[in-house]
């Protein structure tokens, strides 16, 4: 059974820095494309990055030159360390394997930057 567990979430001070992990089981991870997501309150969900199978990875414009996507695929694990943060990045943090399946979603884990 195919799971996806985010967790590395906290309240941060703006500036600060926060690294997220996204946990895979099964044969999900093995080179395919992952990405992270992230649904602010109120708000839609949105694609924060992407990272292929050989380590290649794309950012939003809102984030990039503070977010970095990285993987291990020994561990199955994929990270997000965000840096410079600010109270705009407050969301739920999701991750997700291309094509982004529904029943993929896991509980995500919620990143609070306060000002």
């Known amino acids: 059974q195919v799971q996806l567990v985010e967790s590395g979430g906290g309240l941060v001070q703006a500036g600060g820095s926060l690294r997220l992990s996204c946990a895979a089981s099964?044969?999900?991870?093995?080179?395919?494309?992952m990405g992270w997501f992230r649904q602010a309150p109120g708000k839609g969900r949105e694609l924060v990055g992407g990272i292929t199978g050989g380590g290649k990875s794309k950012y939003a414009d809102s984030v990039k030159g503070r977010f970095t996507i990285s993987r291990d695929n020994a561990k199955n694990t994929m990270y997000l360390q965000m840096n410079s943060l600010k109270p705009e990045d407050t969301a739920v943090y999701y991750c997700n394997v291309e094509p982004w399946r529904e029943d993929y979603w896991g509980k995500g884990t919620l990143v609070t930057v306060s000002s």
């Open positions: 099964g044969s999900i991870f093995s080179g395919k494309t």
